[in-house]
Structure formats: C-alpha cells, structure tokens
C-alpha cells in the first residue's frame, strides 16, 4: 500500500472545464477504482457534494490558505508534516517545491511555447516557469495525446524517458444520444439557440481561434439558405475557477460584422444542460489552433453530433476520419466546412456514425487506471 497525497485544487470548483473536468474525473475514478493504496486529497476549501465521500483509505485535509497554494501552502504542509506520503500527484502543471516526495505532474500542452502573446504575462509567467520545474523535478510527466507527448520532447528533451500518454474521456452515462425532442427545445429556448446551430464549447480565449470561427460564420450570413443559423458559444470569460483571459475583441467581433444577433455568448452551461444542446445542435466547432486534446469532441461524438475541427496539434489525432477537419488559419476554409456539414447529410450521417464507434476508444475509467499502475510501480 501506498500513501499518496493529491492536489484537489482543480477538481474542487463548481464550473468545470478542461484541467479541472479531468482533476475531477480523476479523483472520483480513483476513489472508484483503487481500494489498494491509501489518499489524502488536499483542498483550500471544504470538499464539493459531488466529490467522492471520505471512507477509509479516502480522506481529504483542508488547508484554508489558498493564495500562493502551489509555491507555498503545498510545500509548506509536505515540509512539517509527520507522515508524509510515498507519492504526490499534481493533476496540472503544476508540481508543489522544496520536498524531496516522489512528485508526478501532468502538462497538458506547450501551447505557452508557441503563442506566448496569446497569453497574459502573469498566466505566461506562470505556465512558463511552473512547467519547467515539473519537467526537472517530477519523477513521472503525464501528457494528455502522442502530440503533446512529441512536443514536450521535442522543447524540453529531459522529458524523454519519463513523459507518459493518458488519454482523457467523457462522461458515458451523461453524453450519448437523446431522443426527449421536448427537452431539447426546452433547453434551446433557454438559451435563445433557435433549432439550427454550430456550437462551440471552451474558454472563451485567443488560441481558441474565435475570432477567425465569427469571421468565417459571417461569410455565410449573405447566403439565405443559412439565414436561420446560428452560432453559439459556450465558455467563460470571468468567474470562479478557470477563467478566459484577452476575451473583449472576440466579444465586440459579432457587432463589428454585423451579425451580433445571430452569435450567442452564453457563458458557462452546466453539463445537465450542455448535452441537450448537444444532441440539438447542427454540428460541433473546434478551430483552435491548439490543443492537447480537445474534450468537447469527445461530448460531441457520444451525442452523435458532426464534428468540425482543425487539422493541427493534437485534434486529428483524437478525431480520426469521424470529422471534418480544417486549416484554423484560412477563415474561408472554416466557411467552407461549416458549408459542407450544413448543407451535405450524407456527410453529417458519416462522420456522426463514425464518432460513435471512435467513441469507444476513450473512457476516464481507463485514465484513472492507467494512472493507478503508474502510483503502483513507482
């Protein structure tokens, strides 16, 4: 048995996204899973109902002091405490200091590497110098794609022999096909999405690419075979947990172009309702011009919904032949991929039944796992 200590400051937030679906994810699958070894789950906040109840073997220790939680609340509780663990598990970028633990940490992508105007010099900073001392200290890398695998190799070479892909996966019993039809327009009224639209769900942020995705929306606006669609973006900009940063220009884009009544901004969408607009929507769109794995693909997929997305980083690799993929630096070829899937339905029906069998390769059960095998042999 091992006694190994987690960082739930990620998995504890009400709205989550991305690093935080998959710290979640992982916690509850671990509890779920692993009756061997011994977890301590530290928080700087009493633990959300949804998170796994505490039994033997399954604890969590709050620390209320979460300002500096990583450089020094962390440290601080590995340094003076009398039982300290066999192993500490970061699921982020980030791997606690000055303990001599056996640390494994998880980087998600580089993308701070390559678009570093893309993010604000205090998040830059961070991701920047955090990641580089995860990569020199952390016994174990977890990678979340063989893209993201190749790229830490490639920027940061000490990374070789101790990089390791987990790849995340959906929740199963949320997302998969509806046939309530009453909901669904239930929620879409809700939310004022009309019943024909692209959807886009994130971080409303720059390397998502959305500005180019308006701009490529409105290329359609003067055609009136598309004069009902809408777009419809899902994501943060402010609020509590993970936030979207250097947003405003992507949210004055629509009123720029014209077509402000026709592009939804509508925040954070719990899941409850995320998967009837889901199953309701035309297609998925992902244009980003990075990403380490792209979870709302795999939501997508489960729902039976089409799949747009660029073919850079790590998203065909996740895709396969079960979307349609395009250059997120060319607007007019977004245009014409958001053309073809509204327009083509023997195209639509294809990627959609090929979605439901890649769907397949992909499950948080299997992350956690594999990460278990990975506490067990270190």
């Not at 916690?27 to 039994?55: A, C, H, Q, W």
């Not at 399954?58 to 192993?87: A, C, E, G, Q």
């Not at 105007?117 to 961070?126: C, P, Q, S, Y």
């Not at 190799?153 to 949320?174: Q, T």
Request: charge should be positive; include cysteine; hydrophobic fraction near 40%.
């Amino acid at each position: 048995m091992k006694k190994i200590w987690i960082d739930g400051y990620e998995a504890n937030v009400k709205q989550r996204l991305g690093s935080s679906k998959v710290a979640f994810e992982l916690l509850v699958n671990f509890e779920r899973f692993d009756r061997e070894n011994s977890y301590t789950i530290l928080l700087p906040m009493d633990p959300l109902g949804d998170l796994p109840k505490e039994r033997p073997g399954w604890h969590y220790r709050v620390v209320k002091f979460r300002r500096f939680w990583t450089y020094f609340t962390l440290p601080f509780i590995l340094m003076f405490s009398n039982d300290k663990p066999d192993l500490f598990f970061s699921p982020t970028h980030y791997i606690p200091r000055f303990t001599s633990v056996k640390r494994i940490g998880m980087i998600f992508d580089t993308s701070y590497l390559h678009f570093p105007k893309m993010f604000n010099k205090e998040d830059l900073w961070k991701l920047t110098s955090g990641s580089l001392y995860t990569i020199k200290n952390a016994i174990q890398i977890l990678t979340i794609s063989n893209f993201s695998k190749k790229d830490l190799i490639k920027n940061y070479p000490i990374v070789k022999n101790k990089v390791k892909v987990v790849y995340p996966g959906y929740d199963a019993n949320l997302y998969k096909v509806l046939t309530d039809t009453a909901k669904i327009s239930e929620i879409q009224n809700k939310y004022s999405t009309g019943d024909k639209y692209l959807i886009y769900i994130g971080t409303i942020q720059p390397r998502k690419n959305l500005e180019r995705l308006i701009e490529a929306f409105s290329l359609l606006s003067s055609d009136k075979a598309f004069d009902k669609v809408k777009l419809v973006l899902v994501g943060k900009t402010t609020g509590p947990g993970r936030k979207g940063w250097m947003y405003e220009q992507i949210l004055r884009k629509p009123l720029e172009l014209g077509i402000e009544n026709r592009v939804i901004f509508t925040g954070y969408i719990p899941d409850a309702d995320l998967v009837y607009l889901l199953n309701g929507a035309t297609s998925l769109i992902l244009p980003s011009l990075w990403e380490g794995f792209g979870i709302p693909v795999l939501d997508s997929m489960a729902c039976k919904t089409p799949v747009i997305a660029s073919n850079v980083s790590s998203l065909p690799e996740i895709i396969g032949e079960a979307g349609v993929l395009v250059d997120p630096y060319s607007i007019e070829q977004i245009s014409q991929g958001i053309r073809l899937v509204l327009t083509d339905k023997k195209i639509r029906e294809k990627i959609s039944q090929l979605g439901l069998k890649r769907i397949s390769k992909f499950s948080w059960q299997s992350m956690a796992k594999e990460i278990i095998k990975i506490f067990n042999n270190l």
